[in-house]
């Protein structure tokens, strides 16, 4: 199973092998450059746009979403009701 790290920062080393060990993620997927920038900048205007994109960019199983409070929210409400989100954080 893979996990999009769906926030403004990387996993600590002790995150990724809870997820692996205890939740059992395969893959933990970070974004790329681009899309690290653009979670960090979003907007009012723009998080809608940019979540949708991101979120149908990334072939994943779960969401591991911190960043934005109107995205985060956003993301959990579009992920797929059969989908696992962990580690949502508001802020």
């Known amino acids: 199973m893979k996990i999009l790290n769906l926030s403004n920062h990387k996993l600590t080393e002790k995150q990724i092998e809870e997820l692996k060990e205890r939740l059992k993620f395969t893959e933990i997927v970070e974004l790329d450059k681009e ?10 205007e723009n998080y809608k746009k940019e979540t949708k994109r991101i979120m149908e960019k990334y072939n994943v199983d779960s969401y591991h979403i911190s ?6 929210v956003y993301a959990a409400n579009e ?7 962990f580690c949502i954080r508001l802020f």
């Open 67 to 72: 960043g934005f409070a109107p995205a985060v």
């Open 79 to 85: 992920a797929d009701n059969n989908m696992k989100l």
């Open 35 to 44: 899309d690290k920038k653009i979670w960090n900048q979003l907007t009012i």
